[in-house]
């Protein structure tokens, strides 16, 4: 079975610009999370969604955004890009979700470089 | 407030050597706790879990141990081998995605 997948795997942007993250879970998997990792702050939760809906948020602006599609698949966008934005991506799948107290499997993860 | 933490950022360790990691938690109303492995330029690998009805878990060559008394947390690897160099860190869940806390990692490097 193929692990979660995300796309680019290396972004490069500059200030102001946006961008827009992908990420195909596990098959039959429809838990989809996003994190931001930064060597300063750890893993941070940005958001989950569950059956093309956001049923979970961290504490990160509105210009962090998400959607889920019908096949699972999600992406992650990121609007009017800051420097303190530069992270790694990480996009985590189950089955039901944290909530249930289920493991995440997490992708590679996209690296974001704001200049 | 609520934290996950780790003793030591760096551990060093010879090959063959068992290792310990080790991981403080305050949240008593922790339930689930799960080890990560993440190699450089990878995302965080699932090592092994244990759920606070246990103290103890055993996977391939790594050993959980859950000490709710102290709210500690700790990974042995046994018998450490090169592949096994990488940052470790653990996680807590309390309830839901917004209660699930990492630790921000234990980096081991094992010396052949």
């Known amino acids: 079975k193929a692990g979660v997948t995300q796309t680019p795997r290396y972004l490069i942007k500059t200030r102001g610009q946006q961008v827009t993250l992908s990420c195909s879970p596990i098959s039959g998997h429809r838990s989809v999370s996003w994190y931001q990792q930064t060597p300063g702050q750890g893993l941070q939760f940005l958001f989950e969604y569950f059956s093309e809906t956001q049923r979970n948020k961290g504490n990160f602006p509105g210009r962090f955004s998400g959607r889920q599609f019908s096949n699972s698949r999600s992406e992650m966008n990121v609007s009017t890009l800051e420097l303190g934005d530069s992270a790694l991506y990480l996009c985590?799948?189950?089955?039901?979700?944290?909530?249930?107290?289920?493991?995440?499997?997490f992708g590679p993860g996209t690296r974001l470089l704001v200049l | 407030g609520e934290s996950v933490g780790l003793h030591l950022p760096t551990l060093s360790v010879q090959e063959g050597d068992n290792s310990i990691i080790n991981c403080a938690y305050s949240n008593s109303a922790s339930d689930y706790f799960i080890w990560y492995k993440q190699e450089s330029g990878k995302g965080p690998q699932f090592i092994i879990d244990i759920r606070s009805n246990m103290d103890k878990r055993q996977g391939q060559r790594v050993t959980v141990l859950l000490n709710k008394t102290v709210k500690h947390l700790s990974l042995q690897i046994a018998a450490t081998q090169p592949g096994d160099s990488a940052v470790y860190f653990c996680a807590e869940n309390h309830g839901g995605y917004q209660k699930v806390t990492f630790g921000t990692g234990t980096k081991l490097q094992v010396i052949p």
């Open positions: 985590a799948s189950s089955f039901q979700g944290a909530e249930r107290g289920e493991t995440q499997y």
